[in-house]
């Protein structure tokens, strides 16, 4: 149990080292050999957790995921009352600096696998639907509050989501130096009168 517990606690240490190489080098020029010359450690113990750079990706694209929905839920958890979360959700939403961040080049760099391996593309889906279920569940605490007129939550959350994605796709696409403030206005305004109206 001990050997098991000790070696579950080294696989965080070693996923933020190999996001750490990932941002910096991209996906196609990180090795094991580099992750563990991040870390200070032999390539040697980076294999008996992890056989391949393969095995390491997909952890990678998990770690991403939960990397992601703490923030929403951290955010979120700052505040009680239904509306101030539904304000502060779309704030979180429509914070276009981290299109710019490390994080989208990682993001994408693993996306773009999800076209080749099936595996990373069902990491993938898994992801979303649990964006879309934990979105969901957040609408329907505003319609038990009376906030919302929404009358399908999962269709609301699908919606929101492909606005959302679209929106930080688009600004990745044109670059940081594109101003496109408009068009976020337009969006997160329809945002709002979405949850606040429904379909």
């Known amino acids: 149990m001990g050997r098991k517990s000790k070696s579950e606690s080294r696989k965080p240490e070693i996923l933020q080292n190999l996001y750490k190489v990932v941002n910096r080098d991209g996906l196609e020029g990180t090795t094991l050999n580099k992750v563990a010359k991040e870390m200070g450690v032999n390539s040697g113990l980076l294999v008996h957790y992890y056989k391949t750079k393969d095995e390491m990706i997909f952890a ?51 996306y773009s696998l999800s076209y080749r391996n099936e595996r990373v593309k069902a990491q993938f889906s898994k992801m979303y639907l649990a964006f879309r279920e934990q979105l969901a569940g957040e609408i329907e605490l ?47 305004k329809s945002v709002s009168q979405l949850l606040n109206d429904g379909i």
């Open 142 to 188: 505003y319609q038990w509050a009376g906030i919302t007129k929404v009358t399908d939550p999962v269709q609301t959350a699908d919606i929101i989501i492909t606005m959302i994605e679209g929106i930080y796709f688009y600004h990745n696409a044109l670059g940081a130096n594109t101003n496109i403030d408009g068009a976020v206005k337009f969006i997160k």
């Open 60 to 110: 990678l694209v998990e770690f991403m995921a939960e990397k992601y929905s703490s923030i929403y839920t951290d955010k979120l958890n700052e505040f009680d009352k239904p509306k101030d979360r539904m304000d502060n959700l779309l704030n979180t939403f429509f914070e276009l600096e981290w299109t710019q961040r490390g994080d989208a080049a990682i993001f994408w760099s693993c």
